[in-house]
């Protein structure tokens, strides 16, 4: 039998945490390029959160991906590639304080 003295883990971070760096991420993309801010559309939000779920599972397996989405405002077609390693790069941060957190406890 086995007793669970204690865990090291950051309940707050997962999935749905990458998901939001990779909107904030296009989102400035998009605005950068377009001279327009999306973040208070909740369409334009919803279709660009679908599409980086997307993206996130594709570079689970592949190191580059491609966000492809027909009029996601005002009529202005929005297409950017991410690869793997920025992926990474904007999820450094959270990660590196868990992975803290983690050795902390052993």
Known sequence: IFEVKATAR?????????????????????????????????????????????????????????????SLYEGIDFYSTITRARFEELNKEAVGRRERRRKKME
């Open 10 to 70: 950051d309940t707050h971070l997962g999935g749905e945490d990458f998901d939001n760096r990779l909107v904030n991420h296009f989102v400035a993309e998009f605005k950068r390029k377009n001279k327009k801010d999306i973040s208070s559309h909740a369409r334009a939000l919803r279709r660009l959160r679908t599409a980086c779920e997307r993206a996130k599972r594709t570079l689970s397996s592949t190191s580059q991906t491609t966000i492809e989405i027909d």
